[in-house]
C-alpha cells in the first residue's frame, strides 16, 4: 500500500515569507549513509529553493546542543550552504536539549507576518522515549 499527501500548487510569489528552524541530530547514530548526509542533501535542495526574504536556522544537537547558523535570510545562500556542509555527526544524544534551543531560536527571530516552522530531522528521540516508557 502506498499512501501520499500533496498540498496545493501554489506560485512562488503568491507564497508568504517563510521562517523556519532546523533542528538536526547530529549524534554519532547519524554518520550511516541514510541518515545525516540524506538530511544534508535534502537540506541543500530545500536552501536552493527558498526564497531570498525567506529566513532558516539551524540547531544541532549531539552531546550539547549548538547553534549551526542563526536565523539567515536566505539572500546569503552560500552561508546557509556552508552551515549545511560542516554538519558532522559524532557524539551522544541530548534531544532534550536540543528541542529547547530550536524553540528559544524560534521565538528570538520571530517575523510578522512570516509562516515559521520549526522542523526536526531526529532518530533517537523516539527511541530514548520508548526506552523511558518500558522502564517505568
Do not use: W
Not at 16 to 27: G, H, I, R, T, Y
Not at 77 to 91: F, M, T, V, W
Amino acid at each position: 500500500m502506498r499512501i501520499g499527501i500533496k498540498g496545493r500548487d501554489m506560485p512562488a510569489q503568491a507564497r508568504p515569507q517563510c521562517n523556519l528552524v532546523f533542528l538536526l541530530d547530529v549524534s554519532g547514530s547519524m554518520k550511516e549513509a541514510n541518515k545525516l548526509p540524506l538530511v544534508k542533501q535534502a537540506m541543500t535542495l530545500l536552501a536552493e529553493n527558498l526564497n531570498a526574504a525567506d529566513h532558516v536556522a539551524i540547531i544541532t544537537y549531539a552531546d550539547k546542543t549548538k547553534v549551526a547558523l542563526p536565523s539567515t535570510p536566505c539572500s546569503d545562500k552560500p552561508a546557509i550552504l556552508r552551515a549545511i556542509e560542516s554538519l558532522q555527526a559524532d557524539g551522544a544524544t541530548n534531544g532534550e536539549g536540543g528541542i529547547q534551543l530550536a524553540y528559544q531560536s524560534a521565538q528570538e527571530n520571530f517575523i510578522q507576518k512570516a509562516s515559521t516552522a520549526s522542523f526536526s530531522a531526529p532518530t533517537a528521540i523516539s527511541t530514548s522515549a520508548s526506552r523511558i516508557r518500558r522502564s517505568s
